[in-house]
Nanobody, 114 residues
Framework: QVQLVESGGGLVQAGGSLRLSCVAS????????MGWYRQAPGKQRELVAT???????VYADSVKGRFTISRDNAKNTVSLQMHSLKPEDTAVYSC????????WGQGTQVTVSS
């Protein structure tokens, strides 16, 4: 059974930083494309960043230069380091895994106050 468990969300002031982590189990992590998506109230879910098995990364234009995605295959963990947070970054952030199928974590709330 595949499980993705996120942690690290919370409330932060604009300009601050947060680090999200997602621990995966039940998958061959090192072969899996991992990603972070977010959904703000009243909006569709959107890609934040992805990282492939060879650590190739893709970022949404809105987070380039502020967010960094990374992975630790020894710990089955993908992380999202977020700096210079803005109120518009407020959303539920979800971890995503893609290999033979697609899996989602339960999400973690990030709230950025102005």
């Amino acid at each position: 059974q595949v499980q993705l468990v996120e942690s690290g969300g919370g409330l932060v002031q604009a300009g601050g930083s947060l680090r999200l982590s997602c621990v995966a189990s039940g998958i061959i992590f090192r072969f899996t494309v991992m990603g972070w998506y977010r959904q703000a109230p009243g909006k569709q879910r959107e890609l934040v960043a992805t990282i492939t098995s060879t650590s190739t990364t893709v970022y949404a234009d809105s987070v380039k230069g502020r967010f960094t995605i990374s992975r630790d295959n020894a710990k089955n963990t993908v992380s999202l380091q977020m700096h210079s947070l803005k109120p518009e970054d407020t959303a539920v952030y979800s971890c995503n895994a893609r290999y033979s199928a697609e899996y989602w974590g339960q999400g973690t709330q990030v709230t950025v106050s102005s």
